[in-house]
C-alpha cells in the first residue's frame, strides 16, 4: 500500500524559509515519479516541483523557480524534500507530496499536472505573513 506523509509545515515571516518532507512508503521512485502540490484557500490545486525522467531531472512552476528547490533527502530514505526560500505572501497554502506509478520520461507541464499522479498525502499547511 503506497503511503505519503508530508511534515515541515508552519508559519513564517515573508523573506524566510521552510523545508517540508515527505516521507514515501510502498513505492519505488526508481521508476515512479514523486511531486509537490499546493492549494490555496479558494483557489485550485496547482503544481509547484516534480521529477521527471526516473528521478534525474527536476522542472518547476514558474512562480517558485530560484525560490523552491526539489531534491531527494540524502539523510533519510524514501523521503523527498521541498526546499522552500525567499517566501512570499501568496506562497501560503495548503501543501501535498503526491507520486505517479511511471516517471515521465520527458520535462514538461504535464509533470504538474495533479491528472497525471497516483497517490496523495494528506497536506502540511504553510503560512507566509507579510
Known amino acids: 500500500q503506497v503511503q505519503l506523509a508530508e511534515s515541515g509545515g508552519g508559519s513564517v515571516q515573508a523573506g524566510g524559509s521552510l523545508r517540508l518532507s515527505c516521507r514515501v512508503s510502498g513505492f519505488s521512485d526508481n521508476s515512479g515519479s514523486i511531486g509537490w502540490f499546493r492549494q490555496a484557500l479558494g483557489k485550485e490545486r496547482e503544481g509547484v516541483a516534480g521529477?521527471?525522467?526516473?528521478?534525474?531531472?527536476?522542472?518547476y512552476a514558474d512562480s517558485v523557480k530560484g525560490r523552491f528547490t526539489i531534491s531527494r533527502d540524502s539523510g533519510a530514505e524514501n523521503t523527498v524534500i521541498l526546499q522552500m526560500n525567499s517566501l512570499k505572501p501568496e506562497d501560503t497554502a495548503i501543501y501535498y507530496c503526491?507520486?505517479?506509478?511511471?516517471?515521465?520520461?520527458?520535462?514538461?507541464?504535464?509533470?504538474?499536472?495533479?491528472?497525471?499522479?497516483?497517490?496523495w498525502g494528506e497536506g502540511t499547511q504553510v503560512t507566509v505573513s507579510s
Open positions: 503526491a507520486a505517479r506509478r511511471l516517471s515521465f520520461l520527458d520535462g514538461g507541464s504535464w509533470v504538474l499536472d495533479e491528472d497525471e499522479y497516483d497517490y
Open positions: 521529477f521527471y525522467s526516473l528521478g534525474t531531472a527536476t522542472y
